[in-house]
């Protein structure tokens, strides 16, 4: 241990004594984590909106419906009907990361307004689900729903612009019943709505569950969506479901299982901050290996002298490793504090972004540095600055001591 804190601090040493090397060194990793911190924090909160996007606007938490019903209720929904109430999670005061458990009834049929006529998909809700999930659902005309008003639906943006609808004007609903037949019921547009998906903005709209199973002649709903306090939380809650539920009379299913547009963006743009990571690594390792290799060159006489005063190979191997550790943990720190500065400044003030394509509007983007993405860039820029100083210190260890002291005559 006493042997290593002297080659830390004969490193800090040889460090401060070439400050102009050790700058550039320095300046080349913390550039590299700053650009790393800014990027990955970008696309970090990237995918924090858009999880929380899909889970507010459309899928919640957890899904609980019956089993099968999420691959085979698209073609037979009726099959798959859930009763009005599920005792086990009335009794849900237990668990206290759940904030709401709401109904839903989703259907399919036709929409018509005057000689329009369009397909849809819908979905029958409480109105009070709009306190808990309403914060991505944004209304751009008009009022959302409520209980004052069962006949009153609200359309997706798109929808509504492709049958040329108005607040208040009267629509037509068609739709296969749970006995086979069809029934229909008119309507009224309270409102047009927009969520972060402009191709479900283009077919949906939601209308009160009591109006959706008048049209369907049916009672129950399809399924109960869970609502957490804590996203992170998802998975405890889960088990706990799993354990509470009847497996053969009800399945629960996670957000990230339905959520697959967000689960390929989220693997493409991992892969994209992977090979970033390997650019900036790259740039670090040659910045760090010039630099040390330098140092090496320029410290013949001194490394032949300190070999000939006893210090072994092993001894001066260490000393040009323990050099290029601190040149990273430096830079590392550097760049971690700066690039968090200005991850904070920059998301104050704003990122404009335009739609992102199958988006339905713009946002103001922002960077969220989170701990892991901290810690993972001072690593990168500790262990690349580690393995650019291999090389340069076994040459260093590998010099022979009347050379390296003849090296400077």
């Not at 800090?12 to 590299?32: C, P």
């Not at 040009?320 to 990273?328: C, D, N, R, V």
């Not at 540095?369 to 500790?382: C, G, Q, R």
Request: charged share 15%.
């Amino acid at each position: 241990m006493k042997a290593l804190q002297i080659d830390f601090f004969l490193a800090y040493r040889n460090i401060v004594g070439q400050k102009r090397r050790s700058a550039i060194a320095v300046s080349a990793t913390a550039f590299g984590i700053i650009a790393l911190i800014l990027a990955t924090g970008f696309v970090e909160w990237i995918f924090w909106g858009m999880r929380e996007g899909t889970i507010d606007s459309q899928l919640g938490h957890i899904q609980i419906s019956r089993p099968g019903y999420q691959e085979a209720g698209k073609a037979d929904p009726y099959t798959y009907l859930l009763p009005d109430a599920i005792p086990e999670l009335e009794s849900g005061n237990e668990l206290r990361q759940i904030k709401a458990v709401v109904p839903r009834l989703s259907f399919g049929g036709l929409i018509s307004h005057g000689d329009t006529t369009l397909s849809f998909i819908g979905d029958g809700v409480t109105p009070q689900e709009q306190v808990f999930f309403g914060k991505s659902l944004q209304i751009l005309a008009g009022q959302n729903l409520s209980v004052d008003d069962p006949k009153g639906i609200i359309l997706g943006a798109g929808l509504g612009h492709n049958l040329n609808v108005n607040i208040g004007d009267k629509v037509v609903l068609l739709a296969s019943t749970a006995s086979r037949g069809v029934n229909a019921v008119e309507v009224t547009v309270r409102g047009l709505f927009s969520t972060v998906n402009k191709s479900y903005d283009d077919i949906a709209l939601r209308m009160p569950i009591a109006t959706a199973r008048q049209l369907l002649r049916v009672k129950g709903s399809h399924v109960w969506v869970v609502l957490l306090n804590n996203t992170a939380k998802t998975d405890t809650v889960l088990q706990r479901l799993h354990g509470a539920l009847q497996k053969r009379d009800f399945e629960a299913v996670p957000w990230y299982v339905l959520a697959d547009f967000y689960n390929k963006t989220v693997a493409l743009f991992t892969k994209q901050i992977h090979g970033l990571k390997l650019i900036i690594a790259l740039i670090i390792v040659l910045t760090i290996s010039n630099a040390m290799t330098m140092s090496v060159m320029g410290r013949i006489g001194e490394i032949g002298t300190d070999m000939a005063l006893g210090a072994r190979r092993i001894d001066v191997l260490r000393r040009f490793l323990s050099e290029g550790i601190l040149l990273g943990c430096f830079g590392g720190l550097m760049g971690v504090t700066i690039g968090v500065g200005l991850a904070t400044v920059i998301s104050s003030i704003g990122i404009p972004m335009p739609p992102p394509p199958g988006m339905a509007r713009g946002y103001t983007g922002e960077i969220l540095v989170t701990w892991n993405i901290a810690l993972e860039s001072l690593l990168l820029a500790i262990g690349t600055t580690l393995i650019a100083s291999i090389y340069p210190a076994w040459k260093a260890s590998r010099m022979q001591v009347v050379d390296a002291l003849r090296h400077n005559r």
